[in-house]
């Protein structure tokens, strides 16, 4: 709740680092976020204030999901300020957090009010998403809203077991009404509910015009709004007239006569880089590019106002290609810079690169010209990669430019160009960097006059380094290009450490500027920038080194540097994909690991990483009864003992056996019959009596009693938000090539016709599991082995002579 004070901002914890980012303020309401990484129980307090005066107080407690993913309090640390009456225009006010030991200025501040006559452009800016749902009967996040569709979560504070329903209001026009039922790993992960509240629909297309729309959310039981008001949106779609497109570029460049006498102008940006640019230039050079003797091509070299500038003969010094331009002006953005260069180049192609601590791989122009040869209007991009990893945690722990150099030592650059690839990461760190969706290249080859009727570089970006500049270019390139997008395989350009505007700073600061910049690009664009997806690229080029298929084949790290001895922490989905994981379970189902697998000498049939998810699901669920389907003596002697350490010894343990038994654990009973036998599902109904919590582990072999049905009569036993363990699937999967055990169609079947469960992937985060696809929770009304269907009791036990109960 905001209390509105005159005194200053109370103490909120004693002393702890505060980590958080004012996000912007956008129509009187700011937003952010801020916690204390080292109490994260404490909740932080953020006051605004105007010179001395607090302005306003709230507490940092608002969920998003994006700082929840990001591991931020859980995702329970943001903030929302509206500040009526807003102040003058051009006041400035400071955000800052209270501790004992004074204030905390989060990045970001201060903010600028903008003044009203100035504020049209502000008014038509999107509202910056995600933003919290809350009202006294519920509680979610409107993750997103647009370009094409709309996602985010909802689900009742209360009893209530219906799914929220919204309505997506414009007065009173009703755009569509929809349920927050989908399920949701990450929701359920953080216990929101039981996962099945999300939603991720695509807007009508009748919102895809372009215009902005005051949009509201409102909810159908009660017609209450879980928004504290209207949220602006711009919906862009594929349909918008071309006309709409049009307009949003900037004027076409007018070119003198003297244009086309070459074949390709190369333009490169420096700015107080010399190390750096002697590496780039020496990689634009004819005697490190390959196959281009007989290639007319010009470098460009700009000069963006270096201290001390670069020396013409120095430039020149690197063939009679080089020359070097100084602009007849100044600025921060490097747009301006870069476009009268252009209009000095005489090539037929331009090649622009932004930044000019990029260099390249040795085949790149000989893949762009060969590219033109196929169709002159070929836009061909460069994928971009790192010297030596992540370049932004790597600042943070000591890197250096020096220990870059010892890097570029070891290979002997620049006698073979494409050993880069031994000691670089591409951006992102994706295990599959050339296929991937395309941002931006800082290597863009395109038409000289595809590049004029663009007016160039858009000087509208005007941030210091030029915002999404660089972005928007190869977006709209990619639009207006007559020929393909041409994406090059086994080239790239290499970022060497400098003093970047968003590579070489830290998470905070990069953080500050690309969400700067992000707003900038919705204003001048009037949407969000998205990537252009891989479906809408065309491949050419070949790996040169093995190095480049991905991240785990390079052997030269800056671990080997002492650069530190912290441990960064990784992004899982960058750093391994699922065909590495299915890769790893393959070779570890094939070898057999999992029978070397033991707890108190007895074998349990699972990898340890399922022994780990196992015992996180009885920790969570402390079931009140626990029935083992075909599962191994260890197995159900380790669930045993992992109930009386967590101090459920009234928990019973069925364990169900097509052999004889062998001699159970303490508190386990026994039950030898085929576990699909109608006799021995009867006892199992009786056993299980009322107990309210039910745990079911089912072996996958042998595959005759693995069935639809089968799972179907214990899944019913299963109560809501417990687990239906399906153990062994692995040996189903169809990369072992076993056509007989069809383990993970038999699962998705019952998954498909049971929709009360869903396959929870999260419960296979240790990668090497021997029940892929196995962990089956329920999320659907509430169910007790009491409501299942009686009918199944009426059976005379006397009739059935093949099982017999022993405890």
């Not at 020929?483 to 953080?511: C, M, R, W």
């Not at 109608?678 to 582990?697: D, F, I, K, Q, Y």
Request: hydrophobic letters at 40%.
């Amino acid at each position: 709740m905001i209390r509105w004070r005159r005194d200053r901002i109370r103490s909120a914890t004693d002393g702890e680092a505060v980590e958080g980012v004012v996000d912007g303020l956008v129509d009187g309401n700011l937003r952010g976020w801020a916690w204390f990484p080292g109490s994260p129980d404490a909740v932080a307090r953020v006051a605004i204030q105007d010179g001395n005066e607090v302005l306003a107080e709230v507490e940092a407690s608002e969920f998003r999901s994006d700082l929840a993913a990001a591991g931020k309090r859980g995702g329970h640390c943001a903030f929302l300020i509206p500040l009526p009456p807003m102040p003058d225009g051009g006041a400035s006010l400071t955000v800052v957090v209270g501790t004992r030991g004074g204030k905390h200025e989060l990045p970001g501040s201060p903010v600028t009010v903008v003044p009203r006559q100035g504020s049209i452009q502000t008014n038509d800016m999107p509202d910056v998403l995600p933003v919290p749902l809350g009202t006294d009967r519920l509680r979610g996040s409107l993750d997103a809203c647009g370009p094409s569709r709309i996602r985010g979560w909802a689900h009742w504070l209360d009893a209530t077991t219906h799914p929220v329903t919204l309505r997506l209001l414009e007065g009173e026009r009703e755009w569509m009404r929809f349920e927050a039922s989908q399920w949701r790993v990450d929701l359920a992960g953080l216990r929101d509910g039981d996962g099945s509240c999300g939603f991720d629909l695509p807007l009508p297309e009748a919102l895809g015009d372009g215009q902005l729309h005051m949009l509201e959310l409102r909810v159908l039981d009660d017609d209450s709004s879980p928004l504290p008001g209207p949220i602006r949106v711009r919906v862009a779609t594929a349909n918008m007239p071309a006309s709409a497109k049009a307009r949003r570029n900037p004027n076409p460049l007018k070119r003198g006569a003297g244009g086309g006498a070459i074949t390709l102008s190369v333009i490169v940006n420096f700015y107080n880089m010399p190390r750096e640019a002697a590496r780039t230039l020496t990689s634009l050079s004819r005697r490190y590019q390959t196959d281009i003797d007989d290639l007319d091509y010009e470098v460009l070299c700009i000069d963006n106002g270096s201290q001390p500038p670069l020396d013409p003969e120095w430039i020149s010094s690197f063939g009679p290609e080089f020359r070097l331009i100084r602009p007849s002006r100044l600025h921060p953005s490097p747009c301006g810079a870069i476009n009268e260069a252009a209009l000095q180049a005489r090539g037929r192609y331009l090649a622009v690169m932004i930044d000019g601590a990029h260099l390249l791989t040795p085949g790149v122009f000989r893949e762009a010209r060969q590219a033109w040869r196929e169709h002159v209007g070929a836009v061909v991009a460069v994928r971009h990669w790192f010297i030596g990893g992540d370049q932004r945690w790597l600042a943070m722990s000591g890197y250096s430019r020096e220990q870059e150099d010892r890097l570029f030592d070891r290979i002997r650059w620049p006698s073979n160009g494409y050993e880069l690839f031994r000691i670089g990461a591409p951006i992102g760190e994706n295990p599959e960097p050339w296929f991937d969706n395309l941002a931006e290249s800082n290597c863009l080859m395109l038409p000289t006059a595809l590049y004029d009727n663009l007016g160039g570089i858009d000087e509208a970006f005007d941030e210091g380094g030029g915002g999404f500049a660089n972005l928007d270019l190869c977006r709209r390139a990619s639009e207006m290009a007559e020929g393909p997008l041409v994406s090059l395989i086994g080239e790239a350009s290499f970022h060497q450490y400098h003093g970047g505007t968003t590579t070489n700073v830290d998470d905070d600061a990069k953080d500050v500027r690309v969400r700067s910049y992000a707003r900038a690009y919705r204003t001048l664009r009037g949407e969000e920038f998205n990537c252009i997806h891989r479906s809408q690229l065309q491949f050419r080029g070949h790996v040169p080194s093995e190095c480049a298929i991905g991240v785990r084949q390079r052997v030269l790290l800056p671990m080997r540097l002492e650069v530190t001895e912290k441990v960064r922490r990784a992004q899982l989905a960058v750093h391994f994909d699922d065909g590495a994981q299915a890769y790893l379970q393959s070779v570890y189902g094939e070898a057999g690991l999992h029978h070397e697998v033991s707890w108190l000498g007895q074998p349990v049939g699972v990898a340890p990483a399922d022994m780990s998810s196992l015992q996180e699901i009885i920790h969570e669920v402390r079931p009140d009864a626990v029935i083992a389907v075909g599962a191994k003596s260890g197995l159900v002697r380790f669930v045993a003992n992992v109930l009386q350490a967590a101090g459920a010894e009234g928990t019973r343990v069925l364990c169900i056996q097509s052999s004889h038994p062998s001699t159970p654990s303490v508190g386990v009973t026994s039950l030898q019959g085929a576990p699909n036998d109608p006799g021995v599902l009867a006892t199992v109904r009786n056993w299980t009596g009322l107990a309210e919590s039910v745990l079911v582990l089912f072996a996958a072999e042998p595959a005759g009693h693995f069935t639809r049905e089968a799972l179907q009569a214990y899944g019913a036993l299963v109560s809501h938000r417990s687990y239906l363990v399906c153990l062994g699937t692995l040996f189903g999967q169809p990369w072992l090539g076993y056509s007989r055990r069809q383990h993970l169609r038999t699962v998705q079947d019952f998954v498909d016709g049971e929709r009360a469960f869903v396959i929870d992937s999260s419960r296979e985060r240790q990668w090497l599991s021997t029940c892929p696809s196995g962990y089956l929770r329920k999320v659907g009304a509430a169910i007790t082995a009491s409501s299942c269907d009686p009918a199944l009791d009426d059976i005379n036990l006397g009739a059935f002579a093949s099982w017999e109960i022993s405890a």
